[in-house]
């Protein structure tokens, strides 16, 4: 349904070819992905072959074909992918290796296993092949095996190595230990010069790192005295296990020697599956002076032997307190002054034609 050769695409349909490599010895590699193009689709359904490679002989001795199916979840690779936009393992798939012999002798047996067998991320990992034989010639301390070949599957820039023990530390960098699946491939070669090989997924455990974080908000960046500040803080578990953080938040009131304290060492449980705590508190400005305030919060783990990186262990933030315009002041308080003054002199006003009124009265009673 794929083989551009076996002529069982429809028409308006065609393989379009995304990528061909091929990486030289030791060990010659063919990296080659494909898709349909055109009036097909996404994908054909049905059975059928998938592709075919064809090979010339060029001389005589023998070799080994694997295509690689990853379909253990973490694996660097899967090669052999559905459609999209799911991408998932292809069901019932069937995938064969191929092994070619041209040459007269036995085939040997490649066989090994590795200590420890559950490694950490930065553990050495010796691999042993003295299981390795050739069914001919299986004597000795050899066993009839003249040379061992290994290849680590990771990104160490010595990606080979030899002899019948080999040791190696896994990495994703020239400085970093790496963590994951690594095919692990060791090829043989016997009395005859005819190759074997076996090849095995290596699961390197990153372990449990410890990795906690804060952050912090505030409501507003700049009040007048007596006007409350909300803020939130934010304490992450960025590790790989569950994690308990001590939290101190602070801000220099009244004075930056002499500080307060919104938490001290709280305790804050941060399990995996709530990765996440939000805490919120509330500054009281009342009677602070007008300047500007910075708030540190701080988280410590608990686990003393923790290597946590520091970076993003504490956080700041500012707040400004207004200072009052004197200015201003002034002209309220004269202009209630002022205010006063008026209503000293309306009243007195009403007083005196009051009174002017009481002595007519009292006049047009005398008259009477």
Same mark, same amino acid.
């Given at each position: 349904?794929?083989?551009?050769?076996?002529?069982?695409?429809?028409?308006?349909?065609?393989?379009?070819?995304?990528?061909?490599?091929?990486?030289?010895?030791?060990?010659?590699?063919?990296?080659? =992905? =494909?898709?349909?193009?055109? *009036?097909? #689709?996404?994908?054909?359904?049905?059975?059928?072959?998938?592709?075919?490679?064809?090979?010339?002989?060029?001389?005589?001795?023998?070799?080994?074909?694997?295509? $690689?199916?990853?379909?253990?979840?973490?694996?660097?690779?899967?090669?052999?992918?559905?459609?999209?936009? #799911?991408?998932?393992? +292809?069901?019932?798939?069937?995938?064969?290796?191929?092994?070619?012999?041209?040459?007269?002798?036995?085939?040997?047996?490649?066989?090994?296993?590795?200590?420890?067998?559950?490694?950490?991320?930065?553990?050495? +990992?010796?691999?042993?092949?003295?299981?390795?034989?050739?069914?001919?010639?299986?004597? #000795?301390?050899?066993?009839?095996?003249?040379?061992?070949?290994?290849?680590?599957?990771?990104?160490?820039? *010595?990606?080979?190595?030899?002899?019948?023990?080999?040791?190696?530390?896994?990495?994703?960098?020239?400085?970093?230990? #790496?963590?994951?699946?690594?095919? &692990?491939?060791?090829?043989?070669?016997? !009395?005859?010069?005819?190759?074997?090989?076996?090849?095995?997924?290596?699961? +390197?455990?990153?372990?449990? *790192?410890?990795?906690?974080? +804060?952050?912090?908000?505030?409501?507003?960046?700049? &009040?007048?005295?007596?006007?409350?500040?909300?803020?939130?803080? !934010?304490?992450?578990?960025?590790?790989?296990?569950?994690?308990?953080?001590?939290?101190?938040?602070?801000?220099?009131?009244?004075?930056?020697?002499?500080?307060?304290?919104?938490?001290?060492?709280?305790?804050?449980?941060?399990?995996?599956?709530?990765?996440? $705590?939000?805490?919120?508190?509330?500054?009281?400005?009342?009677?602070?002076?007008? $300047?500007?305030? !910075?708030?540190?919060?701080?988280?410590?783990?608990?686990? =003393?032997?923790?290597?946590?990186?520091?970076?993003?262990?504490?956080?700041?933030?500012?707040?400004? &307190?207004? *200072?009052?315009?004197?200015?201003?002041?002034?002209?309220?308080?004269?202009?209630?002054?002022?205010?006063? &003054?008026?209503?000293?002199?309306?009243?007195?006003?009403?007083?005196?034609?009051?009174?002017?009124?009481?002595?007519?009265?009292?006049?047009?009673?005398?008259?009477?």
């Amino acid at each position: 349904i794929f083989d551009p050769s076996s002529g069982s695409l429809p028409n308006g349909c065609s393989v379009a070819e995304a990528k061909h490599e091929v990486l030289d010895a030791p060990f010659s590699t063919i990296r080659e =992905a =494909a898709y349909l193009v055109g *009036s097909c #689709g996404q994908g054909l359904d049905g059975n059928g072959k998938l592709f075919s490679i064809n090979f010339k002989v060029i001389g005589i001795g023998s070799t080994s074909m694997d295509i $690689r199916q990853a379909s253990v979840p973490g694996k660097r690779d899967q090669l052999v992918i559905g459609p999209p936009p #799911g991408f998932g393992p +292809v069901a019932n798939l069937e995938v064969r290796d191929g092994y070619f012999l041209n040459k007269a002798g036995s085939q040997p047996v490649a066989s090994f296993n590795y200590t420890p067998s559950a490694p950490m991320v930065g553990d050495l +990992v010796t691999f042993n092949a003295s299981q390795s034989f050739d069914p001919a010639h299986n004597s #000795g301390a050899s066993k009839g095996i003249t040379r061992y070949l290994w290849t680590w599957g990771d990104l160490s820039p *010595s990606n080979i190595g030899s002899g019948m023990t080999s040791q190696h530390t896994f990495i994703t960098s020239s400085t970093s230990a #790496g963590s994951g699946f690594f095919e &692990v491939r060791l090829i043989v070669n016997d !009395t005859d010069g005819i190759l074997s090989r076996q090849n095995a997924v290596v699961f +390197v455990n990153p372990g449990v *790192s410890d990795d906690i974080a +804060v952050e912090m908000s505030l409501d507003k960046g700049k &009040v007048n005295a007596g006007d409350p500040i909300k803020l939130t803080v !934010t304490v992450h578990n960025l590790g790989s296990g569950n994690e308990t953080a001590k939290l101190s938040v602070k801000y220099d009131y009244p004075s930056a020697a002499v500080t307060t304290e919104l938490a001290n060492n709280a305790m804050v449980e941060l399990p995996l599956i709530s990765r996440n $705590r939000v805490l919120n508190y509330t500054i009281q400005t009342t009677n602070f002076p007008a $300047r500007t305030y !910075t708030i540190t919060a701080r988280v410590t783990n608990t686990n =003393a032997t923790a290597i946590d990186p520091p970076q993003n262990n504490e956080v700041t933030q500012t707040f400004t &307190v207004a *200072s009052i315009n004197t200015g201003q002041s002034l002209s309220i308080l004269q202009l209630a002054g002022i205010s006063a &003054v008026a209503l000293v002199a309306v009243g007195g006003l009403v007083f005196f034609v009051r009174r002017r009124r009481s002595r007519a009265e009292s006049a047009s009673e005398q008259l009477a």
